[in-house]
């Protein structure tokens, strides 16, 4: 909502400037002013959907660093979205080797503390009430037929960002959701 006001706000800026300096004769000055504001609405209007176009297997990497994970075998993208403003989410969906399904899934149901869960996104109050800042902090637990990975990451005094992870003990698929609220 408040990216949309802000959106609207440039765009009323934008049209203010330019009938402005029309009446000034001053044209060529309110093109340029409108011109950029429009230039600066656009990408922001555009930027979840560039992301999630240009969304590449090293961003992939990346992004599964937050969730300590390391993936051994080449993966094919199958999935990403991205919405939301300024709340950001992002959902990504992978195929990954069976090798490398196998060792996730061991590595995750080995943690001493993985357990079956009752809900879902089980570190998003700790996030909020008393983030741990600068270190990732990882749950690993079973929910209906998903073993899942959790974490979140805060650094300095950003926003938390919530990493969950998800694979099923059937498909080579890997399933990541990044929130940013």
Known sequence: MIGFLILMALMIIGSVSLWY???????KVGILISSSL???????????KIDQLTHSK???CEDLK??????????????????GMPERFQETRIEISTSDLQRL????????????????????????????????????????????????????EYVPSLFIVRLKENQNVLEYETIED
């Open 58 to 60: 090293s961003d992939v």
């Open 66 to 83: 937050f969730a300590q994970i390391i993936l051994h075998d080449d993966f094919k993208i199958i999935e990403n979205k991205v919405y």
């Open 38 to 48: 429009l230039l600066v609405f656009l990408a922001i209007l555009f930027m979840n």
């Open 21 to 27: 300096f029309a009446r000034k004769k001053k044209s």
């Open 105 to 156: 899934l061991k590595e995750i149901k080995s943690d001493p503390n993985y357990h079956q869960s009752e809900q879902e996104q089980i570190l998003r109050s700790e996030m909020y009430s008393n983030p741990k800042k600068n270190s990732i902090v990882t749950a690993n637990y079973a929910y209906r037929d998903n073993i899942i990975r959790e974490s979140y990451f805060k650094k300095d």
